[in-house]
């Protein structure tokens, strides 16, 4: 059979290969202390249950509109215009099966074949892969290490733009590196896309994954509302990363091209989930607070771990559930030189299982420090400290 040639040009979200990785070394009976997988080990709130299980008795189980269930459309709507200082109604809103369908939409209804797309690298590697799967030029902007967080390259960043460049998929809180953008950087950002009239994802996945401070987004500066759209997720917020539904939110002409994506691709999000999703609107957040205050603890003591390792270093972010630590000198110690057999050999070692940075996208020329990514949302307090002391007997011997 002869597979289509675009299929060539579709990457993966490798994250998944490193789970299975783990998962067969645990089935030879050993023990992984899972930090690889950006999944949550805690059940989703119970009144947020108990909505979906209402729903789907009360008969929500067939077709609803093909932009979501207007109620739904209309809370977040409200919730996003507070929190945005912006001024959305539903029909900014189109209900999706998760956030990750929004990053093919939005390139769809926005990319042609030959535009150019700037997008964070390291990152979340469906963006490369979908840019370059529905035929665009996918352009790499990347980091630095600042003095308490990652920083945004902005000058990398403004110089690869060019006559083609159209789109920026820009991911505040971010994943790997659990960055988030300071105010200047918000203002150069604006006036770059105003001036090079882009028009911009903003993946906000991870906007109220926050334990000190305020999140602001790209939406809010002057200019921007008319030409962002913004990849919103009840994944992480309400522990609901395999109820699949998320949303695209911004200007409505794009909208309505995104939600006849939906006739198309699935007609429309599962009905009950969205009810679910309501009630985690509107509903109690004492679960939901208890949720952000254990992700908060297991930071503090991964952070403090780490960061007594000898030859690593790691910021504590405000945001995310994600560390990515520099471990330069600690593979140094060791003698190994490259990112799979660091990688490989900790999880056989000590069952310690992690990303490294070649999982968030091709590895861009000149880059001299090595680094890995921790997710503390799948590990307790108590295995985080075992799996990380083993880490550091590991390096330390």
Not at 133 to 162: C, S
Not at 200 to 222: A, N, Q, T
Not at 357 to 375: D, T
Request: charged share 25%; glycine share 10%.
């Amino acid at each position: 059979m002869r597979i289509a040639g675009r299929v060539k040009r579709l990457g993966g979200e490798t994250a998944f290969a490193v789970s299975a990785e783990a998962a067969a070394f645990a089935a030879e009976g050993n023990k992984i202390y899972p930090f690889h997988l950006g999944d949550i080990n805690m059940a989703t709130p119970s009144n947020i249950v108990n909505a979906a299980d209402r729903a789907m008795r009360e008969g929500k189980t067939g077709y609803c509109p093909n932009a979501g269930v207007p109620r739904l459309r209309e809370l977040l709507a409200d919730d996003i215009s507070r929190s945005h200082n912006v001024d959305y109604t539903m029909e900014n809103v189109s209900i999706q099966p998760g956030g990750k369908p929004v990053i093919g939409k939005f390139l769809l209804a926005l990319m042609n074949p030959g535009d150019e797309v700037l997008y964070p690298n390291p990152g979340y590697p469906v963006y490369e892969s979908q840019i370059e799967f529905h035929g665009g030029r996918a352009l790499p902007y990347g980091f630095v290490e600042g003095t308490e967080n990652f920083e945004l390259d902005m000058d990398t960043l403004e110089k690869q733009i060019t006559p083609r460049t159209r789109l920026l998929i820009f991911n505040d809180f971010q994943n790997p590196t659990g960055a988030e953008c300071r105010i200047e950087d918000f203002e150069r950002l604006a006036e770059l896309v105003i001036r090079h009239d882009l028009y911009v994802l903003c993946d906000e996945s991870y906007f109220d994954v926050r334990y000190k401070g305020k999140s602001i987004s790209l939406v809010s500066f002057p200019g921007m509302v008319d030409r962002c759209v913004i990849l919103y997720s009840f994944s992480k917020k309400f522990a609901m990363t395999g109820w699949r539904i998320g949303a695209a939110i911004g200007p409505i002409d794009v909208i309505e091209v995104i939600t006849k994506l939906n006739v198309n691709d699935e007609s429309c999000t599962s009905h009950f989930t969205q009810y679910a999703a309501m009630e985690g609107l509107s509903g109690d957040m004492g679960e939901v607070k208890t949720i952000l205050s254990a992700l908060k603890d297991r930071r503090d003591v991964a952070v403090d771990l780490l960061n007594s390792i000898e030859g690593v270093r790691c910021f504590r972010p405000n945001v995310t559930f994600y560390l990515y630590p520099n471990i330069t000198g600690a593979m140094k110690k060791k003698g190994i030189g490259d990112y799979e057999t660091f990688r490989k050999t900790l999880m056989r070692e000590t069952g310690v299982s992690v990303c490294t940075r070649l999982h968030f996208g091709r590895a861009q020329e000149g880059e001299g420090e090595f680094h890995i990514r921790l997710a503390y949302s799948g590990i307790d307090v108590d295995d985080i400290r075992e799996g990380l002391g083993r880490f550091k007997t590991f390096i330390e011997g």
